[in-house]
């Protein structure tokens, strides 16, 4: 099993910054078969959304509503993915969900991000 926890949401005003952190804990087999860990966020009465991917060789993909904006990373020692969210917009707000693909898919709970002047 792999456990993730994400931390970091909070309530800015349009045009801050947030980092969001993702700490991966779990059974060292499962986590060093995480082919892929990402960012999924979901807002108020919307379908939950695909952010962002950081695979194992460190490749980054990031949607378009994101890109230039957001940057996804990683500490293997520390095994934790950091997302830091720049020139955030009031479409930002959502729950962020952290995610890793090893064989399963596996989810942390969730950090809120709001972003309202």
Same mark, same amino acid.
């Given at each position: 099993q792999?456990?993730?926890?994400?931390?970091?949401?909070?309530?800015?005003?349009?045009?801050?910054?947030?980092?969001?952190? =993702?700490?991966?804990?779990?059974?060292?087999? #499962?986590?060093?078969?995480?082919?892929?860990?990402?960012?999924?966020?979901?807002?108020?009465?919307?379908? #939950?959304?695909w952010?962002?991917?950081?695979? #194992?060789? /460190?490749n980054?993909?990031?949607a378009? /509503?994101?890109?230039?904006?957001?940057?996804? /990373?990683?500490?293997?020692?520390?095994?934790?993915?950091?997302?830091?969210?720049?020139?955030?917009?009031?479409?930002?707000?959502?729950?962020?969900y =952290?995610?890793?693909?090893?064989?399963?898919?596996y989810?942390?709970?969730?950090?809120?991000?709001?972003?309202? /002047?």
């Amino acid at each position: 099993q792999v456990q993730l926890v994400e931390s970091g949401g909070g309530l800015v005003q349009p045009g801050e910054s947030l980092r969001l952190s =993702c700490a991966t804990s779990g059974s060292i087999f #499962r986590i060093n078969a995480i082919s892929a860990m990402g960012w999924y966020r979901q807002a108020p009465g919307k379908q #939950r959304e695909w952010v962002t991917t950081i695979t #194992r060789d /460190s490749n980054t993909l990031y949607a378009d /509503s994101v890109k230039g904006r957001f940057t996804i /990373s990683k500490d293997n020692v520390k095994n934790t993915v950091y997302l830091q969210m720049n020139a955030l917009k009031p479409e930002d707000t959502a729950v962020y969900y =952290c995610s890793a693909r090893a064989g399963n898919m596996y989810w942390g709970q969730g950090t809120q991000v709001t972003v309202s /002047s």
